[in-house]
Nanobody, 115 residues
Framework: QVQLVESGGGLVQAGGSLRLSCAAS????????MGWYRRAPGKQRELVAT???????NYANSVKGRFTISGDNAKNTVYLQMNSLAPEDTAVYYC?????????WGKGTLVTVSS
């Protein structure tokens, strides 16, 4: 089993920044993709950003240009730098790992953006 631990969530005012971190541990052999998803109350979970082991990134249109995903393969860690935050970014953010066809999820970290 792969364990994922997110950190960095919290309360921030609109226009501010937060940096989320997700560290993977456990049965780590070859991670294909790490990423971030989010779920707002009453809404479906949506993709925020992903990054492959080769460094290829993918972003939701709503965050492109404001958020940056990066990874540290040596530390099995993925980061999400969130700038110019807006109230609509308020959600629980979940770390996701794809390894050899299996998907793993973290418990989530709450990001609240106040106006």
């Amino acid at each position: 089993q792969v364990q994922l631990v997110e950190s960095g969530g919290g309360l921030v005012q609109a226009g501010g920044s937060l940096r989320l971190s997700c560290a993977a541990s456990g049965s780590i052999f070859s991670i294909n993709t790490m990423g971030w998803y989010r779920r707002a109350p009453g809404k479906q979970r949506e993709l925020v950003a992903t990054i492959t082991s080769g460094g290829r990134t993918n972003y939701a249109n709503s965050v492109k240009g404001r958020f940056t995903i990066s990874g540290d393969n040596a530390k099995n860690t993925v980061y999400l730098q969130m700038n110019s935050l807006a109230p609509e970014d308020t959600a629980v953010y979940y770390c996701n790992v794809l390894q050899r066809g299996y998907v793993y999820w973290g418990k989530g970290t709450l990001v609240t953006v106040s106006s």
